[in-house]
């Protein structure tokens, strides 16, 4: 059955328009507050409708835990989050949708994740740590403990191969 419009008038342009943005009080307390918050253990989708909500002053934060819909518990602590951290990182869901996408970090986490690459990366040897990142390009790294207990063992090895050879020279 095909639908059929009933009224011959079509709709017009937009009667009122907005003559200037809207743009949030940047110097107040709470703006600086809720902008300052992270948003963490969300997809792309969710982290870009609470950036929305905090541009446009319609975030509001938590006053008290919620529970989690999971577990149970009193432990969400984020605005809009209806999972846990804890459950939403087993399930490997968004907090918010509970959907399988990709999880986007905050800057902070990625800023700390990568501190602890670059002193992982420092306590290496240049050969060892060119390899890893060689590795990490083609997307099939292996963990930086175990490049740790390669070396580790290649120095063992080393040690062990100059006992033998000072063993043979007596």
């Known amino acids: ?19 200037y943005a809207f743009h949030a009080n940047k110097n107040s307390k709470k703006t600086k507050l809720i902008n300052s918050l992270p948003i963490n253990g969300v997809c792309k989708r969710c982290k870009e409708i609470i950036e929305w909500r905090k541009k446009f002053k319609k975030y509001k934060r938590l006053t008290t835990p919620k529970r989690c819909v999971c577990c149970e518990e009193k432990t969400i602590k984020e605005a809009y989050h209806i999972l846990c951290n804890k459950c939403a990182n087993d399930k490997g869901v968004c907090a918010k949708c509970q ?26 040897p240049e050969r060892k740590k060119r390899t890893y990142l060689r590795q990490l390009k083609s ?8 490049q740790n207990e390669e070396t580790d063992d290649d120095h063992l090895d080393s040690v062990s191969d100059e006992e033998t050879s000072d063993e043979e020279d007596s």
């Open 1 to 19: 059955m095909i639908k059929v419009s009933t009224s011959s008038k079509k709709k017009g342009a937009q009667k009122h328009q907005n003559t």
């Open 99 to 124: 959907e399988s996408a990709a999880i986007v970090h905050s800057d902070k986490e990625l800023m700390q994740e990568q501190q602890d690459l670059d002193s992982a990366l420092s306590s290496l």
């Open 139 to 146: 997307g099939n790294a292996v963990s930086l403990s175990n």
